[in-house]
C-alpha cells in the first residue's frame, strides 16, 4: 500500500478566502483522488486528477470552485476557492485504481 | 449510478461480542468490494475487500462475505475489542469508480 501525507492536517479559515491543500505519495501513480467529506457524512468523490491533463470533475463540482494541480505522478494539490462555511469538511486524497488508499485528510472550518 | 445503502447507521456491542454491517448495492457490474474503518481524525483505512468472484473472505477476526445475486454484502467483527471501535464504511466499485456507503458508527462496550 502507499503512504500518502497532506498538509495542512486541519486548517480554520475566513469566509471569502481560498486554501490549497497539498497531496504527497511515496510512489509513482497515475492517478489520485480527491474526495470530500462533510460532517458525519460519506466520501464524496470531487474530482480524479491525471498527471499530464486536466482534472475530471464529478457532477457538483466545478474547476474554478476546486483547481487542482498534477504537476508529477507524486504529488497534488487541492484548492478550495472563495470558501463559505459549506465548505467545512474534510478532504482526503487517495491514490489507487483497484484498491484505494486514502491520505489522512485535512480537516477544514470556515467561519 | 450505484447507489450503496449501508445498516446499521450506529452500532453497539458489549466486548468480545460479534458485529455485523450490511451493504447492498444496485449496479450488477460492480465487481469490487471493500471495507474502510475510520477512526477519529484518521483517514479511512483498507480492511478488508472481495471481488465478485469470491463468496467469503476472512482475515483473522474480520470476514467479508458478498452475495452477487442479492446485490449485499456484509462486514462480520467477531470478538469485538474496544479499539475495533470506529466508523466503518463499505464500497462497491467498477474500475476507479467508487461508491461508498453511508458508515456505521460501531461502539464497542469494555
Known amino acids: 500500500s502507499a503512504v500518502i501525507s497532506q498538509k495542512p492536517s486541519r486548517d480554520i479559515c475566513q469566509r471569502g478566502t481560498s486554501l490549497t491543500i497539498q497531496c504527497q505519495v511515496d510512489s509513482q501513480v497515475t492517478m489520485m483522488f480527491w474526495y470530500r467529506q462533510q460532517p458525519g457524512q460519506s466520501l464524496t468523490l470531487i474530482a480524479t486528477a491525471n498527471q499530464g491533463s486536466e482534472a475530471t470533475y464529478e457532477s457538483g463540482f466545478v474547476i474554478d470552485k476546486f483547481p487542482i494541480s498534477r504537476p508529477n505522478l507524486t504529488f497534488s494539490t487541492l484548492t478550495v476557492s472563495n470558501m463559505s462555511p459549506e465548505d467545512s469538511s474534510i478532504y482526503l486524497c487517495?491514490?489507487?485504481?483497484?484498491?484505494?488508499?486514502f491520505g489522512p485528510g485535512t480537516r477544514l472550518t470556515v467561519l | 449510478g450505484e447507489n450503496v445503502e449501508q445498516h446499521p447507521s450506529t452500532l453497539s456491542v458489549q466486548e468480545g461480542d460479534s458485529a455485523v454491517i450490511k451493504c447492498t448495492y444496485s449496479d450488477s457490474a460492480s465487481n469490487y468490494f471493500p471495507w474502510y474503518k475510520q477512526e477519529l481524525g484518521k483517514g479511512p483505512q483498507l480492511i478488508i475487500d472481495?471481488?465478485?468472484?469470491?463468496g467469503e473472505k476472512k482475515d483473522q477476526r474480520i470476514a467479508v462475505t458478498l452475495n452477487k445475486t442479492a446485490k449485499h454484502f456484509s462486514l462480520h467483527i467477531t470478538e469485538t475489542q474496544p479499539e475495533d471501535s470506529a466508523v466503518y464504511f463499505c464500497?462497491?466499485?467498477?474500475?476507479?469508480?467508487?461508491?461508498f456507503g453511508t458508515g456505521t458508527s460501531l461502539t464497542v462496550i469494555p
Open positions: 487517495s491514490v489507487g485504481v483497484v484498491e484505494q488508499f
Open positions: 472481495i471481488r465478485s468472484n469470491v
Open positions: 464500497a462497491a466499485a467498477t474500475g476507479n469508480q467508487f461508491y
